[in-house]
């Protein structure tokens, strides 16, 4: 079977290499033929104020298993999705449960005002979250947070020099803000500029004292694309340490063992990943290449084929198809010849 053998290190080669800059983390997607894009703001429905790390759901439009992120130091959230209609469910401790109906349109993006209501008292009033704001958090200085927000705004419209630029104004005025390294890195890694990507992710990570889940997840997923795998596991490592529930450490940790060749583990860190977002394509692209690297082509099938049901229609759709059907052909070459052969 040695069409198979040279097979695996197509896959290997050919569907990993467009994994980058993962859909469900905070980067605005590569892919716009995917569909648009969600950005909200949560703040206190009293005092007006920005609500940071609540917990928003993203669950409708076939997905199963909801995807989660955390709103960040100007409590606004970001997810990239397809067509769809969807359901948001906002929580934090303090407040009352609120759940947002709303629809993604191809290349738009869809804005959300959220107003948390804080959960009332025993008499009557309403009570405060027991969770109080940062230090860090309170020191930003106003006008370096709207310098941040308009660098996150040109990024999303994929103006990533101007993004970078409104980053630095941002870190100018508020030199430990981390929050706007990790985003700059992001759209530095955007223009083809790597290495400074690197220097900015890693002082975000510096910064933050390795305690920021965005900044190691970021860093990860570019160190990834960049195939410096060895440096990629232990960032990932880490943010699974920091919030083993969230999805995004399994499948960076994926990512980077399966660019170490150590498929086994590579397949559990995935398997990880699909306990909490198993509606996500790009972790059925990573099994693929895993079971190509393991040589378990029924597997490679079924992968496929999970993936062509949440992403029938796109390029890499196209290309998966094309897969399959070469996948299966080797399949049923290679039974030919074993029942050829005398007994």
């Not at 025993?122 to 927000?149: C, F, I, M, W």
Request: net charge negative.
């Amino acid at each position: 079977m040695r069409r198979p053998q040279k097979m695996a290190y197509l896959f290997l080669l050919g569907l990993c290499a467009p994994i980058c800059l993962a859909r469900a983390g905070r980067a605005v997607p590569q892919n716009a033929d995917m569909g648009g894009s969600i950005l909200g703001t949560v703040r206190d429905s009293a005092s007006r104020e920005l609500i940071t790390s609540a917990r928003v759901d993203l669950t409708g439009a076939g997905r199963v298993t909801p995807t989660t992120k955390y709103t960040d130091l100007n409590g606004q959230f970001y997810f990239g999705a397809r067509d769809g209609d969807y359901q948001l469910i906002i929580r934090k401790v303090g407040y009352q449960d609120t759940q947002i109906s709303v629809s993604i349109v191809a290349t738009a993006q869809t804005r959300v005002d959220v107003d948390l209501v804080p959960e009332p008292s025993d008499s009557g009033t309403p009570q405060a979250p027991p969770e109080t704001v940062s230090a860090h958090q309170l020191s930003v200085p106003e006008k370096a947070r709207e310098d941040y927000r308009e660098g996150q705004t040109l990024a999303g419209k994929h103006d990533y020099s101007g993004a970078v630029a409104q980053f630095q104004k941002a870190i100018k005025g508020f030199p430990s803000y981390y929050e706007a390294y990790a985003d700059m890195g992001l759209a530095q890694y955007r223009l083809g500029q790597a290495a400074e990507a690197r220097e900015s992710l890693q002082k975000s990570v510096d910064l933050s004292q390795s305690k920021y889940p965005d900044a190691l997840f970021d860093y990860a997923d570019v160190l990834n694309a960049l195939h410096d795998f060895t440096d990629a596991e232990p960032l990932a490592r880490h943010e699974i340490q920091l919030d083993d529930s969230s999805w995004r450490g399994h499948y960076q940790l994926a990512r980077a063992l399966l660019g170490m060749k150590r498929f086994a583990e590579a397949e559990q860190s995935a398997r990880e990943a699909q306990k909490t977002d198993a509606q996500d394509p790009q972790l059925y692209v990573v099994l693929v290449s895993i079971h190509a690297g393991m040589r378990h082509y029924a597997s490679v099938v079924r992968d496929i084929d999970a993936y062509l049901a949440l992403d029938p229609n796109s390029p890499m759709s196209d290309q998966m198809r094309a897969t399959r059907a070469q996948v299966v052909k080797a399949l049923a070459d290679a039974q030919a010849r074993s029942a050829a052969k005398p007994q």
